[in-house]
């Protein structure tokens, strides 16, 4: 009974909720809304008539009059019925759901870098390589970074059993000429600066300077060395480790054997008169036995010798002056890594020390300002302090054998 009357009241609103304008007039009610009363009371009627039939029947569905006419659905979701409005919203929330699944598979495929996690290492596709940095002008001036420096392990005397001569043992020092100690002071980068190359040049000596190819007017000042009493050495500039450039036409690792050759050649040509090579910072190449080999052999065709400034401790240039009875030399002592006075006094008296010790010890010092002015005061006192004063090819002669600093440093350890 209920279900009937809810029926009845949502036909009657629905018939009067769809009466057109013609019906309202031949009715003879005004279209502008005289009847719009009835039709609102009606929808209501209907309203609460379907209200009190859900409340009845909770679980009753909707018959087949209520589904099958489509008069029945109200209107709503702007102009879309009850029945169209949920296929549309169904529609949209499927295809939605298909482009986010469809977005995060590519998102998923797309190519990312890999992140390197603890203990992994990222490597690159291709190998970089180091280019060869161009030819430019020689600077006028080094940085405190860009002079040979050494680093506190390269203090510490390499292990050297491997190239002991025949029978294993090293050779005995020799006591120098005349029983005094001999120390040979060594001034690089010359040529740079023409002012402090000339005021190096001008010093009490014999000492051993060494002349950057590429610097200024080399020819003049080594001339004016030779002239002073002094001995001339290239400062042959080669690769270091870290980014300090040696300058142009350097011996770099990753030459050809020919290239080599040729800034081999053209380096010794640009130094008139040198008896001997010591390296421009090379800390990289002296490491490298096969580089070392390629110099060293055309030193000693040249009859030339060998400074190792020492500016890394696994240098590879003893053993193989020791195999190719290279002349060769270390050295000992750096003079001015702290450009003060103070510091460069107690490098001296280091080397003074080593002297007495040992019979004969290198200093290397740069041409500042201040290590000059020291020097300029030191080296007319050495002799009175019982010093002889010798360029490094007469400790070379002296001590005869380049595992002499083996020896020294045995006889050292014996001591402590």
Avoid: C
Wanted: no cysteine; proline share 9%; glycine share 12%.
């Amino acid at each position: 009974m209920t279900d009937h009357t809810s029926r009845r009241a949502r036909l009657i609103g629905r018939g009067q909720k769809t009466q057109g304008p013609a019906d309202q007039g031949a009715s003879g009610h005004d279209p502008s809304g005289g009847d719009s009363d009835g039709s609102k009371a009606g929808a209501i009627a209907g309203k609460r008539a379907e209200e009190t039939s859900t409340k009845a029947n909770p679980g009753r569905l909707p018959d087949a009059g209520d589904v099958a006419d489509p008069a029945v659905n109200v209107e709503a979701d702007g102009g879309l019925t009850e029945g169209e409005a949920p296929r549309r919203w169904t529609r949209r929330a499927i295809a939605g759901g298909l482009a986010l699944t469809a977005g995060g598979l590519a998102f998923g495929l797309w190519p990312r870098p890999e992140r390197a996690g603890k203990g992994s290492r990222v490597v690159p596709l291709t190998p970089p390589r180091r280019p060869e940095p161009a030819p430019r002008p020689a600077p006028t001036d080094l940085r405190p970074e860009e002079m040979a420096s050494v680093s506190p392990e390269a203090t510490a005397p390499p292990q050297a059993e491997a190239i002991l001569p025949e029978g294993g043992k090293a050779p005995p020092l020799k006591t120098p000429p005349g029983g005094r100690p001999q120390i040979a002071i060594v001034i690089d980068d010359l040529g740079l600066r023409h002012a402090e190359s000339r005021r190096a040049v001008d010093l009490p000596g014999p000492l051993t300077l060494a002349f950057l190819p590429y610097g200024q007017s080399i020819a003049a000042l080594s001339e004016r060395a030779r002239a002073n009493g002094h001995e001339v050495i290239v400062h042959l500039p080669m690769e270091p480790e870290g980014r300090s450039d040696p300058g142009p036409e350097a011996l770099r690792l990753g030459l050809g054997a020919g290239e080599l050759e040729k800034r081999l050649t053209w380096n010794l040509a640009h130094v008139p008169g040198h008896v001997g090579v010591n390296n421009h910072m090379g800390s990289a190449m002296t490491e490298n036995a096969a580089a070392m080999e390629l110099v060293l052999g055309r030193l000693r065709q040249d009859g030339g010798y060998f400074l190792d400034s020492r500016t890394t401790a696994r240098s590879t240039a003893r053993a193989i002056a020791a195999r190719i009875s290279l002349p060769y030399a270390e050295r000992d002592v750096f003079l001015d890594n702290d450009i003060t006075a103070a510091a460069i006094e107690r490098q001296l008296a280091e080397t003074e020390s080593l002297a007495r010790r040992y019979g004969s010890a290198i200093a290397i010092g740069h041409p500042h300002a201040q290590t000059l002015k020291v020097l300029e005061a030191w080296l007319p006192k050495a002799r009175e302090k019982g010093f002889d004063l010798v360029p490094v090819s007469a400790i070379i002669a002296t001590r005869g054998s380049p595992l002499w600093r083996l020896a020294r440093d045995r006889k050292g350890s014996a001591r402590s």
